[in-house]
């Protein structure tokens, strides 16, 4: 059986063809079906993400909730620029109760503190650790936000020379401290 050339070329034609149709119309097809199927995959991903988010959406109603409750509970403990004369009469009275002498206070110039005022104290007072210890403790306990720094606390020293009605007793103490009362400058509307 002798093969000719139109028989060979009719045999090539016929090879070319599924190759040609390979080329041309498989491999393109397999390849935009590979892109559809990574697009899929990430706006698959995206909806995974976007299904996380909307079940937390309950969770992030009531978190939101409990911060306006949390903020609400915070400017209740901010008095107004004239309750401020309030709270020092409170501590004053708290540190009378305590056995503790106020020697001096200065009063500093108001600082902004985000949307409230600092208005920080220089206090000087004398009297017992254990008396300056409960006067912290009931201070600590006030209804209201109050911050102490720079507390230098030193032994009371005896002096030759100092009238006795001056003298303190044993265990004293001289207690210096920055006392800041924060306060509100304008009453704002409560959030609803």
Same mark, same amino acid.
């Given at each position: 059986?002798?093969?000719? %050339?139109?028989? %060979?070329?009719? $045999?090539?034609?016929? +090879?070319? #063809? &599924?190759?040609?149709? =390979? =080329?041309? #119309? $498989?491999?393109?097809?397999?390849?935009?079906?590979?892109?559809?199927?990574?697009?899929?995959?990430?706006?698959?991903?995206?909806?995974?993400?976007?299904?996380?988010?909307? /079940?937390?959406?309950?969770?992030?109603?009531?978190?939101?909730?409990?911060?306006?409750?949390?903020?609400?509970?915070?400017?209740?403990?901010?008095? /107004?620029?004239?309750? #401020?004369?309030?709270?020092?009469?409170?501590?004053?009275?708290?540190?009378?109760?305590?056995?503790?002498?106020?020697?001096?206070?200065?009063?500093?110039? &108001?600082?902004?503190?985000?949307?409230?005022?600092?208005?920080?104290?220089?206090?000087?007072?004398?009297?017992? =650790?254990?008396? =300056?210890? @409960? $006067? +912290?403790?009931?201070?600590?306990?006030?209804?209201?936000?109050?911050?102490?720094?720079? +507390?230098?606390?030193?032994?009371?020293? @005896?002096?030759?020379?100092?009238?006795?009605?001056?003298?303190?007793?044993?265990?004293?103490?001289?207690?210096?401290?920055?006392? /800041?009362?924060?306060?509100?400058?304008?009453?704002? &509307?409560?959030?609803?």
């Amino acid at each position: 059986m002798r093969i000719g %050339f139109r028989e %060979f070329i009719f $045999f090539i034609v016929l +090879l070319a #063809v &599924p190759v040609a149709s =390979f =080329f041309y #119309v $498989f491999k393109p097809r397999n390849d935009e079906i590979s892109q559809a199927k990574a697009e899929i995959a990430v706006k698959q991903a995206r909806l995974d993400t976007l299904a996380q988010v909307a /079940s937390k959406i309950d969770d992030i109603g009531l978190a939101i909730e409990q911060g306006r409750e949390s903020i609400e509970l915070i400017e209740a403990k901010l008095p /107004s620029a004239q309750d #401020v004369e309030g709270i020092l009469e409170q501590i004053w009275q708290i540190a009378k109760r305590n056995g503790l002498e106020v020697k001096s206070v200065k009063s500093e110039k &108001p600082v902004p503190a985000a949307l409230y005022m600092e208005l920080p104290l220089k206090i000087q007072m004398n009297g017992e =650790f254990d008396g =300056f210890y @409960q $006067f +912290l403790l009931e201070l600590e306990n006030l209804p209201r936000i109050t911050r102490i720094h720079q +507390l230098k606390l030193q032994r009371a020293d @005896q002096k030759k020379g100092v009238p006795e009605e001056e003298e303190l007793p044993p265990g004293s103490m001289t207690a210096e401290f920055v006392l /800041s009362i924060y306060f509100d400058t304008q009453q704002r &509307p409560k959030a609803e």
